[in-house]
Every structure is written in C-alpha cells, then in structure tokens.
C-alpha cells in the first residue's frame, strides 16, 4: 500500500509565499516522475510542475520563473515552493507520482487548499 501525504497549503496574500511538501510511503522501490497538479472549480486539473528522479524539471508558463519543484530522494519527498502568488493560483493542489512497488503504479496525494487574496 502506498500514499502520498500532502502539507503547507493555506491562506497567503498575494505576493506571497507558499512550501507545499508531499512524502509517500509503504512499500517503495524506486519513484520515478513526481508532479503537482492543481484544480480549481469549474476548470480540468493542470500540470504545475514536474520533477523526474535525476532532477530535471518541467514548467508550464503560468507558473515559470515563480515556481520551483525540487525532490529529496532519501526521504520520497516532493516540494512545491511558490513565489509571487497570485489570486489565480487558488485552486487545490495534488501530489503525483509514478511509483514502482516493484509494479509501477500512478498514486495521487488527497489534495491540499491553497487560497490567495487579492
């Protein structure tokens, strides 16, 4: 059984900053991709950023230059550190991650509440 834990999200003004962090847990082999994804009403959940286990990551222009997504390998653990927030990032955001236990599996966090006022 494997889960992803999500933490730090809350209420920021805009300009603000926010660490979100993720660890899974149970029976891990290896991980692979580590995401975060957001959603909020009425909108498709989006790709926020990306991180594959050598360190390359993936932005997409929304949040470029203001988002950074880093990994602790040792800890299973995924940050999301936000910089520069605006009213438009509200939204919940989600933990993703490819998971090898040893099958690959695609396992997501329960969601964690970000809300930024103008």
């Known amino acids: 059984q494997v889960q992803l834990v999500e933490s730090g999200g809350g209420l920021v003004q805009a300009g603000g900053s926010l660490r979100l962090s993720c660890a899974a847990s149970g029976s891990i082999v290896g991980i692979a991709t580590m995401s975060w994804y957001r959603q909020s009403p009425g909108k498709q959940r989006e790709l926020v950023a990306s991180?594959?286990?050598?360190?390359?990551?993936n932005y997409p222009d929304a949040v470029k230059g203001r988002f950074s997504i880093s990994r602790d390998n040792a800890k299973n653990t995924v940050y999301l550190q936000m910089n520069s927030l605006k009213p438009e990032d509200t939204a919940v955001y989600y933990c993703n991650a490819l998971i090898f236990t040893p099958r690959p599996g695609n396992y997501w966090g329960q969601g964690t509440q970000v809300t930024v006022s103008s």
């Open positions: 991180i594959i286990s050598g360190g390359t990551t």
